[in-house]
T-cell receptor, first 115, second 114 residues
Framework: AQSVAQPEDQVNVAEGNPLTVKCTYS??????LFWYVQYPNRGLQFLLK????DNLVKGSYGFEAEFNKSQTSFHLKKPSALVSDSALYFCAVRRHMDSNYQLIWGAGTKLIIKP | NAGVTQTPKFRILKIGQSMTLQCTQD?????MYWYRQDPGMGLKLIYYSVGAGITDKGEVPNGYNVSRSTTEDFPLRLELAAPSQTSVYFC?????????????FGPGTRLTVL
């Protein structure tokens, strides 16, 4: 069965430090991988995606993610955290052969950036 | 463009009542989705649609119904509200195409069933 795991419910980082939000997946075939962000009382917003090609994907707000096929991971990273990055982050996956664009979602990781 | 809009923003229902959550998108997207988000959980897909007149069940369809008479609108119907349906509901849309998987989300409807 397809699944996505975000092993940390919460990640705390000091402002200016690098941050990593972890995501691992299980899917048959080649995956499409996504990160979305949810600010309080808002809908989810797309950050970045991996479809194919370069394993390092750059997205919005200075975020990037690295696809690691051998470790089935797609960790979200940022070199220098901002207080405004504090939000809920979701990883999602789908099989590239699925024509209905259904995504399987992780449970989310709350990122807290402290000044 | 307004993107994806949802109404109402908040609603309190009594057990057994019914209501319709409205969702409209103005991006001419073919694909539309309804999710529910429970505390500490990821999004669960309720229903989805790949175009006007076509709908299909997602992971948690029980207690809900949908229709898609136009490309723009994808209402979600709760017929007999139950406390287990207390959740935040998100509507999303996506364009058709193998390289355009990004889903665009509405602001959500917070529903409480008492």
């Amino acid at each position: 069965a397809q699944s996505v795991a975000q092993p940390e419910d919460q990640v705390n980082v000091a402002e200016g430090n690098p941050l990593t939000v972890k995501c691992t997946y299980s899917v048959s075939g080649n995956p499409y991988l996504f990160w979305y962000v949810q600010y309080p009382n808002r809908g989810l917003q797309f950050l970045l995606k991996y479809i194919t090609g370069d394993n390092l994907v750059k997205g919005s707000y200075g975020f990037e993610a690295e696809f690691n096929k051998s470790q089935t991971s797609f960790h979200l990273k940022k070199p220098s955290a901002l207080v405004s990055d504090s939000a809920l982050y979701f990883c999602a996956v789908r099989r590239h052969m699925d024509s209905n664009y259904q995504l399987i979602w992780g449970a989310g990781t709350k990122l807290i950036i402290k000044p | 463009n307004a993107g994806v809009t949802q109404t109402p923003k908040f609603r309190i229902l009594k057990i057994g009542q019914s209501m319709t959550l409205q969702c409209t998108q103005d991006m001419n997207h073919n694909y539309m989705y309804w999710y529910r988000q429970d505390p500490g959980m990821g999004l669960k897909l309720i229903y989805y649609s790949v175009g006007a007149g076509i709908t299909d069940k997602g992971e948690v369809p029980n207690g809900y119904n949908v229709s898609r008479s136009t490309t723009e609108d994808f209402p979600l119907r709760l017929e007999l509200a139950a406390p287990s349906q207390t959740s935040v509901y998100f509507c999303a849309s996506a364009p058709r195409g193998s390289s355009t998987d990004t889903q665009y989300f509405g602001p959500g409807t917070r529903l409480t069933v008492l």
